[in-house]
């Protein structure tokens, strides 16, 4: 099955060239060929097959919704009732979800066909997902490379052809870094504008469900059904929802900022390095303005990010106590032996290490010295980066520091994989939308990204950029 995009292949569903239910046979046919990549936690054969027959039915009737016979995968952080949820963790062995994500169930109710849940690492703490508990998952160019994390496996499973799309989540650039590292299209969007409900919570001010597809125009179309006000979520935004997949490539000129210090720094891999400056002389020579800026609080982007994150999941895996659900070790002495076996069990060693520096930041004596001063610095952060999107449209740097790297290569250098989030996680310190574009790949064939950073909930000015990118490589 040749895949172009969703509209495309819509069109010969309607017209009767093809099914739905061929389209199910085939992803699942090509799951079970590549079980070697370790993309799929559950596949929901039955049910997908079962949807697919239900979808064809509407098609003949007009009766079909929007995303009538696209095929899903969804990251093993996203509650879908009745089935498996597991976070990537043992803590939740045997956890079945008593209800639907609300960003699922809008692809749903539009008739979208959910085939399985997907890999991931745990909590989504990882930047490689080689912190799952189920292994780690291959990339599809190499694989003996990372998929990159968290979503990795989502990535994976666009990347290899295993299914139209996948839903993921990004707290750093979970979304947007594997798809750099897989050469497929990732998008984060503003905070608040998709619904966090039914999502496992790692840090809840900067967790944001997104799309990883094969193309912009898939993306947008995914964001206009999932995003909007939820009565489930009160930290949901309100704003109207506008039309997202009614795209533009036009032939407007555009203001571009780069960060010198992130092009300059020593740390980034000269062939991305060279691959994005000849994006940003491609701009230039389309008649785009592209400008320096400078940002003397990169430096501060990871530190704030990581006190943050790790206090707020410090707070929410507390949930996770071995009594009422999930895990519960089986030889423990008395109660607080069961809470403590439970979760030093059940828990892998990467969330451990987040869940105690959290609790670090948070205790009384280290509070205002950790804490409360992150804080302030996200504000900064927050407030120099709305001043820098009124001088200019866009921000753009490369997704990630350098391509894939290999498995087991990072994993006793922490201060390596922290900073292969270095590019992504000022979108989310900021809240504002990024998108992480295919650009070309190095040497070896690994795929390498291209960020675009927009203004906050200017998701339909960031799509249509993203859009020319794409229509004029």
Same mark, same amino acid.
């Given at each position: 099955?040749?895949?172009?995009?969703?509209?495309? *292949?819509?069109?010969?569903?309607?017209?009767?060239? *093809?099914?739905?239910?061929?389209?199910?046979?085939?992803?699942?046919?090509?799951?079970?060929?590549?079980?070697?990549?370790?993309?799929?936690?559950? /596949?929901?054969?039955?049910?997908?097959?079962?949807?697919?027959?239900?979808?064809?039915?509407?098609?003949?009737?007009?009766?079909?919704?929007?995303?009538?016979?696209?095929?899903?995968?969804?990251?093993?952080?996203?509650?879908?009732?009745?089935?498996?949820?597991?976070?990537?963790?043992?803590?939740?062995?045997?956890?079945?979800?008593?209800?639907?994500?609300?960003?699922?169930?809008?692809?749903?109710?539009?008739?979208?066909?959910?085939?399985?849940?997907?890999?991931?690492?745990?909590?989504?703490?990882?930047?490689?997902?080689?912190?799952?508990?189920?292994?780690?998952?291959?990339?599809?160019?190499?694989?003996?490379?990372?998929?990159?994390?968290?979503?990795?496996?989502?990535?994976?499973? /666009?990347?290899?052809?295993?299914?139209?799309?996948?839903?993921?989540? $990004?707290?750093?650039?979970?979304?947007?870094?594997?798809?750099?590292?897989?050469?497929?299209?990732?998008?984060?969007?503003?905070?608040?504008?998709?619904?966090?409900?039914?999502?496992?919570?790692?840090?809840?001010?900067?967790?944001?469900?997104?799309?990883?597809?094969?193309? /912009?125009?898939?993306?947008?179309?995914?964001?206009?059904?999932?995003?909007?006000?939820?009565?489930?979520?009160?930290?949901?935004?309100?704003?109207?929802?506008?039309? *997202?997949?009614?795209?533009?490539?036009?032939?407007?000129?555009?203001?571009?900022?780069?960060?010198?210090?992130?092009?300059?720094?020593?740390?980034?891999?000269?062939?991305?390095?060279?691959?994005?400056?000849?994006?940003?002389?491609?701009?230039?020579?389309?008649?785009?303005?592209?400008?320096?800026? $400078?940002?003397?609080?990169?430096?501060?982007?990871?530190?704030? *990010?990581?006190?943050?994150? &790790?206090?707020?999941?410090?707070?929410?895996?507390?949930?996770?106590?071995?009594?009422?659900?999930?895990?519960?070790?089986?030889?423990?002495? $008395?109660?607080?032996?069961?809470?403590?076996?439970?979760?030093?069990?059940?828990?892998?060693?990467?969330?451990?290490?987040?869940?105690?520096?959290?609790?670090?930041?948070?205790?009384?004596?280290?509070?205002?010295?950790?804490?409360?001063?992150?804080?302030?610095?996200?504000?900064?952060?927050?407030?120099?980066?709305?001043?820098?999107?009124?001088?200019?449209?866009?921000?753009?740097?490369?997704?990630?520091?350098?391509?894939?790297?290999?498995?087991?290569?990072?994993?006793?250098?922490?201060?390596?994989?922290?900073?292969? $989030?270095?590019? &992504?996680?000022?979108?989310?310190?900021?809240?504002?939308?990024?998108?992480?574009?295919?650009?070309?790949?190095?040497?070896?064939?690994?795929?390498?990204?291209?960020?675009?950073?927009?203004?906050?909930?200017?998701?339909?000015?960031?799509?249509?950029?993203?859009?020319?990118?794409?229509?004029?490589?």
């Amino acid at each position: 099955m040749i895949y172009q995009s969703f509209k495309k *292949y819509q069109e010969t569903l309607k017209n009767g060239e *093809y099914t739905c239910t061929e389209a199910v046979n085939y992803f699942l046919s090509a799951i079970e060929q590549h079980q070697d990549l370790n993309v799929f936690l559950e /596949v929901y054969a039955e049910d997908a097959k079962q949807k697919a027959i239900e979808v064809d039915q509407k098609i003949k009737n007009n009766t079909a919704g929007k995303l009538a016979g696209m095929v899903i995968g969804i990251k093993d952080v996203l509650a879908y009732q009745d089935h498996g949820l597991q976070a990537g963790s043992k803590i939740l062995n045997g956890f079945k979800s008593q209800f639907t994500a609300t960003a699922i169930q809008r692809l749903i109710d539009e008739d979208a066909i959910i085939i399985g849940r997907q890999n991931c690492d745990e909590f989504a703490m990882g930047s490689s997902n080689e912190n799952s508990a189920f292994g780690p998952v291959k990339n599809f160019a190499d694989k003996t490379r990372v998929p990159g994390g968290s979503s990795g496996a989502s990535a994976v499973a /666009v990347q290899a052809g295993l299914c139209h799309a996948s839903i993921g989540s $990004d707290t750093g650039g979970s979304v947007r870094q594997p798809a750099a590292f897989c050469g497929v299209v990732g998008f984060k969007p503003s905070y608040s504008r998709i619904s966090r409900w039914g999502l496992a919570a790692y840090a809840s001010s900067f967790d944001c469900v997104g799309p990883i597809t094969g193309n /912009v125009e898939d993306a947008a179309l995914l964001l206009e059904i999932m995003a909007g006000p939820d009565e489930y979520d009160s930290t949901v935004s309100s704003r109207p929802v506008s039309d *997202y997949s009614n795209l533009s490539a036009g032939d407007k000129k555009y203001k571009i900022g780069y960060f010198k210090e992130a092009l300059e720094s020593e740390g980034l891999d000269p062939e991305v390095k060279e691959l994005t400056f000849k994006k940003i002389e491609s701009l230039r020579g389309a008649g785009h303005e592209i400008v320096e800026v $400078d940002f003397p609080l990169m430096k501060y982007l990871l530190p704030t *990010y990581y006190i943050l994150t &790790t206090a707020e999941a410090s707070s929410n895996l507390s949930r996770y106590d071995g009594i009422r659900y999930g895990y519960r070790t089986g030889n423990a002495s $008395d109660l607080e032996n069961l809470y403590k076996k439970s979760r030093s069990e059940g828990f892998g060693p990467e969330v451990k290490k987040r869940i105690m520096l959290g609790t670090f930041v948070l205790s009384a004596d280290y509070y205002d010295a950790y804490y409360t001063k992150a804080q302030r610095v996200r504000k900064l952060i927050q407030q120099e980066t709305e001043r820098i999107l009124t001088e200019v449209d866009f921000l753009i740097s490369p997704t990630t520091p350098s391509p894939a790297f290999r498995i087991g290569e990072k994993s006793d250098d922490q201060l390596q994989m922290f900073l292969a $989030d270095i590019f &992504t996680v000022h979108a989310n310190v900021v809240g504002f939308p990024a998108m992480s574009l295919p650009n070309g790949k190095n040497k070896e064939g690994l795929p390498v990204g291209f960020q675009v950073l927009g203004g906050n909930f200017k998701e339909q000015d960031l799509l249509n950029f993203a859009f020319y990118l794409e229509n004029n490589k």
